[in-house]
């Protein structure tokens, strides 16, 4: 995934507590099989509603997300961060996110922010009272900032790692390559193993070594 340093940009204020997973993208959206084409079931069954705020011109572009205290509950569902990223947003801001959500979140490149209660409710109204309110979020300072604010945010080493290098769990195992190669070659040949390409050394599972336990 992208390294993610820094998110800049107008705040979309979704003024909503307990924002599940199921209402950030419905279950008839798990059936397909591609990563790709969230984006129209986001937020689906409210965007039917004129007065939605994803609806409003005036936040077309915005790339952060500031949502209600607990914000991503109820089931893991990795289309939930895909679709909010297909819609144009790097980072949702919340007083509280689910921690299934903030997982998904860290191992897709979405920023996940949690603030104390007040500035939430502050970045809130700033985006409510004008929607062309700037916030930028630094993830190597673990801040926040817009007009007349500045706060900090709880981020541990080993996510903020992952943004910056731009880590997903693949890539985490690949700087492992080298030991996983070595403890490959030292297993016994009649264990299981995964075949190599070209070459036909792999052998089936359950298989043992005749003559051998």
Known sequence: MKPVRRVAGRVVPL?????DTDQIIPAHWLKRVERTGYAPGLFEAWRRDPSFVLNDARYAGAAILVAGPNFGSGSSREHAVWALQESGFSAVVSSRLADIFRS????N?????????DVARRL???ATREPSTEV???VAARTVDAPGLHATFALDDHA???LLEGLDDIALTLRHEADIAAHERSRPRWLPRAPRPGTADAVPSGERRRGGA
């Open 15 to 19: 003024d909503r507590e307990n924002v």
């Open 104 to 107: 998904n979140a860290l191992k």
């Open 109 to 117: 490149g979405l920023l996940a922010v949690e603030v104390a209660p």
């Open 124 to 126: 809130m109204d700033a």
């Open 136 to 138: 930028a979020i630094d």
């Open 160 to 162: 903020r790692r992952r």
